[in-house]
C-alpha cells in the first residue's frame, strides 16, 4: 500500500472510530436517563413541549444544541428523544433548529390534559377583537411572554379603528401587567394610542408572586421603548426592580387593584366592567396568568388563618412546623425556602410519587434538605384534615398526625376558565395537541 495513501487513511479510521464511540456512549448515557425518568415516573412535561417524528429526524442532534435547559432532548438509536421530560419548559429553540421539520410543539399529554384557549396566529381569539398573550396562551416563559405581547399589539394594530382617534371608544384595553402586558403597554404607548392597563394586584403578575429570591431564567429579549433587556439569569426582586424603572422612566400608566368583572359586546367593540368602573373599547387583550382563583384541598379546616396559598417571605416561618402541600416547582422552592430558617420544621405533601413536574434544580435542592434533615417528604398522601395545632394526612393509608403552626397550600391554580366561557371565549382541553 503506497505510503502516502496510509497517511491519510490512518488518520480518517481514527477520526471515524472515535465518531462511532462518542455516538455509541451518548447513546447509552442517554438511554439509561431515559429508562431511570420512566421508572421514576417523570415522563410529564409541564409545559409546551416537543414531540419528534422519528420518520424524519435524521439524527443531526441541532435540537439538541439548541436547547437552553441542557439534557433535555438527546439521541437514542441516531433519533431525537425526549429525555427528561420534566426539564422542558418550552423554549421551543429545537423546532426552530431542526433542518427537517422533524419536531412539533404542543400542549398536554396523553394522560394529562391541559385547558388552553383558542388563538389564532394573530394572538386573536374566536371573539373578533379580543386577544391573548402570555402565560393564559400557555407561554410561561418571561422571554416568550414580553414577545408575545409586543407581537398581539403589533396585530392589534391592524384592527379597524384603532389608532383613529375616535372619543366613543378606547383603542386597546389591556387586562393584567406581567410580561406581556408591561410589553404590550409600552408598545401602545409608543404607537400612541388611546389606551388603559388595569392590573388587579401588582407590577409583575404571576411573577411577583415568586418566592422572596428565586431566580427568574429569561433570556435577552426586545421591549417597546426600553430596547434590549440584556438580563440571562436574575432574581425576581432584580426584575421587579427593573420594570419599576422603566415605568417610572416611560411614564407607562398602570391602574392597579382593579380588576376586571365583565366583557360584553358593545357595539363596534366591548364594554369592559371592572370593580372602579367601565371602559368603551375596539379591542382587548388579555395577558393575565393562569393560575386564577388558587386550587383548594377541600378539606376541613381549610379556613383557618394559618392556610396560605402562596409564599411570601420565607422568614416569618422561623422556628415553626410547616407543611407545604404540591409538588410543583412553587411548592418545592417554598418548602427549601422555609427550610433555611433557623429552628424550623417543614413536611411537604405531594399526592404523587414522584416529583414529576418540578425542576430538576427544585427536586436537587429537596432531596438535599431531607438529607440534612431539614425537611420531610411525604409522597403519595393526601391531607385530610388542617386542625389548630396539627393536620391529618393519609400516607398510603395510613393516617399520619403530624404537629403543625401553619399550611402552604402550593396545588396551583384554577383556570379562569368559567370567565373565559362568559366572555364567549372558546377554551379546548389538549392532550398532546400542537
Not at 64 to 93: D, F, M, Q, R, W
Not at 253 to 266: F, M, P
Not at 398 to 408: G, Q, S, W, Y
Request: proline share 4%; glycine share 12%.
Amino acid at each position: 500500500m503506497d505510503i502516502k495513501l496510509l497517511f491519510y487513511l490512518v488518520p480518517l479510521v481514527l477520526i471515524f472510530s472515535w465518531f462511532i464511540y462518542s455516538r455509541k456512549r451518548i447513546h447509552v448515557t442517554n438511554l439509561v436517563s431515559l429508562e431511570d425518568n420512566i421508572k421514576e415516573g417523570l415522563t410529564e412535561p409541564p409545559s409546551l413541549h416537543p414531540v419528534i417524528d422519528n420518520v424524519k429526524c435524521v439524527g443531526c442532534g441541532s435540537c439538541v444544541s439548541a436547547c437552553p435547559e441542557n439534557n433535555v432532548l438527546g439521541l437514542v438509536n441516531g433519533k431525537a428523544h425526549l429525555i427528561h421530560p420534566t426539564h422542558c419548559i418550552g423554549h421551543s429553540a429545537c423546532k426552530k433548529a431542526c433542518p427537517v421539520n422533524a419536531i412539533n410543539l404542543v400542549f398536554g399529554t396523553e394522560k394529562r390534559g391541559v385547558d388552553i384557549p383558542d388563538i389564532k396566529e394573530n394572538f386573536e381569539t374566536n371573539m373578533p377583537g379580543i386577544f391573548i398573550a402570555g402565560e393564559l396562551g400557555g407561554m410561561g416563559l418571561i422571554r416568550n411572554a414580553v414577545e408575545q405581547g409586543c407581537q398581539a399589539l403589533e396585530n392589534i394594530l391592524k384592527v379597524g379603528g384603532v389608532g383613529d382617534g375616535t372619543e366613543e371608544y378606547l383603542d386597546l384595553v389591556i387586562v393584567g401587567a406581567g410580561p406581556a402586558g408591561i410589553a404590550a403597554s409600552l408598545g401602545a404607548l409608543s404607537n400612541k394610542l388611546n389606551f388603559v392597563t388595569v392590573e388587579q394586584e401588582t407590577l409583575g403578575g404571576t411573577v411577583a408572586h415568586y418566592p422572596r429570591g428565586k431566580l427568574v431564567m429569561t433570556a435577552p429579549v426586545q421591549m417597546p421603548i426600553v430596547g434590549k433587556i440584556k438580563f440571562t439569569e436574575t432574581t425576581k426582586e432584580q426584575l421587579l426592580a427593573f420594570w419599576q424603572k422603566v415605568e417610572k422612566k416611560t411614564g407607562v400608566t398602570i391602574q392597579y387593584k382593579e380588576r376586571v368583572e365583565e366583557i360584553a359586546v358593545d357595539g363596534e367593540g366591548y364594554l369592559v366592567t371592572t370593580t372602579k368602573g367601565s371602559y368603551r373599547t375596539r379591542t382587548v387583550l388579555l395577558a393575565i396568568g393562569r393560575r386564577g382563583t388558587p386550587r383548594k384541598l377541600g378539606v376541613p379546616g381549610e379556613d383557618l388563618p394559618k392556610v396560605v396559598y402562596r409564599l411570601i417571605d420565607a422568614g416569618q416561618y422561623r422556628g415553626q412546623d410547616v407543611l407545604v402541600v404540591g409538588g410543583g416547582d412553587s411548592a418545592l422552592e417554598a418548602a427549601v425556602s422555609i427550610a433555611g430558617q433557623p429552628d424550623t420544621r417543614v413536611t411537604v405533601s405531594y399526592r404523587s410519587g414522584a416529583f414529576s413536574r418540578a425542576k430538576e434544580k427544585n427536586r436537587k435542592k429537596v432531596a438535599q434538605a431531607e438529607s440534612e434533615g431539614r425537611l420531610t417528604v411525604v409522597l403519595n398522601s393526601n391531607v385530610k384534615l388542617i386542625n389548630k395545632g396539627s393536620v391529618l394526612i393519609d400516607h398510603d393509608g395510613e393516617l399520619l398526625e403530624i404537629k403543625n403552626d401553619n399550611v402552604i397550600i402550593s396545588a396551583g391554580g384554577v383556570l379562569p376558565t368559567p370567565f373565559l366561557k362568559k366572555v364567549g371565549i372558546e377554551v379546548e382541553t389538549r392532550y398532546g395537541t400542537a
